[in-house]
């Protein structure tokens, strides 16, 4: 439910003396005879022209004696709702980071490798030729019992760094706690 604002107090301009060619009876929302002549017979007829649309109507049979504070008091801004159509249309705000969560949640329920088979072959590939001096060759099923097993093991890895992400009392993880992890995995490991 939309919370209901409440509006400051109209301030009203100071009046004229009486010494300034006004009476000094004379009502404040009214103005004087002299006034209605000198603005012309445009001005006679418009009372609400200056008026803007958000300004919200006075009653005619409210007594002009009464206090502004009062005048404040006694009426409100109509209620803004929305039409059915227009609730149905509003696009739900969005909270900071649902999507990356959306994504994680889908991560989890699927099987399927994360990283990309071929980028992964190339990188194998890769090392097996800076630690020997052939080309050597690997079996798909082989591949894939790597790119399995180093899945696994930098999801773990990534659990513990973020673990103690957590208790520095932080969101962001930075090298410091993958190297925490990494010095706690290899000290207990034994």
Known sequence: MPRRVRTPPRRIPPQPS???GQRAGSSRNQPSQRDLQEAGPSRAGTRSSR???SEPRRSANRDDSSSSSEDDRSY???RMSRSRSEQRN???TRLHGAR???EITRLQLTTDLLIPKLPFARLIREVLQQYSQRNLRITPEALLCLQESSEIYLTQMFEDAY???LHR???TMMPKDMNL???LRERWAR
Do not use: F, I, M, N
């Open 181 to 183: 992890a990494l010095y």
């Open 100 to 102: 990356v969560l959306r």
């Open 51 to 53: 008026r803007s649309r």
């Open 169 to 171: 009392e932080r969101v």
């Open 163 to 165: 673990r103690c992400t």
């Open 18 to 20: 009486a010494k300034d």
């Open 76 to 78: 409100r801004l109509p």
């Open 90 to 92: 509003a696009r739900p």
